[in-house]
């Protein structure tokens, strides 16, 4: 266990529609990554906060956004939502620097 | 952009053998190497990662060398066996962003 929460740990959901991601950090973490794997693929990046702030981003759609609270958990939210939005998303968080990041168990999201 | 080419992106290797994946980095400013495990279905998991300093760093059947001026940087995996069939993944990081390399599928026949 990594101490990284996710939830839900499964979604489905039709096209069109939106859906949010939830991610608890480990304790004393302030860094959050979002990441995209598709069926056989890489992990993509999709953004990073630290302490709050919108830190870098990545190959983020325009249709995706998050933001991390001051409690530090951290929501994805993927709105108008396409067949190949399905796919798994993992939050990671770290501590300051470059460090190691620790993953979530995933979301499974599957659009119909 | 900076980015992490990452070869093979295949490997086949027969139990008890040892298996290389080998990385390039982009940005003069990362310095951080990690490498992560990734089994069908699960989170990645840090195995191993080596900072710029360093040159080599050993854990057991793990290994990670860095060649910071040629901006390569390699996992040894030796005497292989049938748990270590996994995804494995590194990546360079700096202060500001870690970018993940695409992965390698590491599989070990028995």
């Known amino acids: 266990d990594s101490g990284v929460t996710q939830t839900p740990k499964h979604l489905i959901t039709a096209t069109g529609q939106r859906v949010t991601l939830r991610c608890s950090p480990r304790s004393g973490d302030l860094s959050v990554y979002w990441y995209q794997q598709s069926l056989d693929q890489g992990l993509q990046f999709l953004i990073q906060y630290y302490n709050g702030e919108e830190r870098a981003k990545g190959n983020i759609l325009e249709r995706f956004s998050a933001q991390q609270f001051p409690d530090l958990h951290s929501e994805l939210n993927l709105s108008s939502l396409e067949l190949g939005d399905s796919a798994l998303y993992f939050c990671a968080s770290s501590g300051p620097g470059p460090s190691p990041q620790y993953f979530g168990p995933g979301t499974r999201l599957t659009v119909t | 952009g900076e980015n992490v080419e990452q070869h093979p992106s295949t490997l086949s290797v027969q139990e008890g053998d040892s298996a290389v994946i080998k990385c390039t980095y982009s940005?003069?400013?990362?310095?951080?190497f990690p490498w992560y495990k990734q089994e069908l279905g699960k989170r990645p998991q840090l195995i191993i990662d080596i900072r710029s300093n360093v040159g080599e760093k050993k854990d057991q059947r793990i290994a990670v060398t860095l060649n910071k001026t040629a901006k390569h940087f390699s996992l040894h995996i030796t005497e292989t066996q049938p748990e270590d069939s996994a995804v494995y993944f590194c990546a360079a990081g700096s202060y500001d962003k870690v970018i993940f390399g695409p992965g390698t599928s590491l599989s070990v026949i028995p």
């Open positions: 940005d003069s400013a990362s310095n951080y």
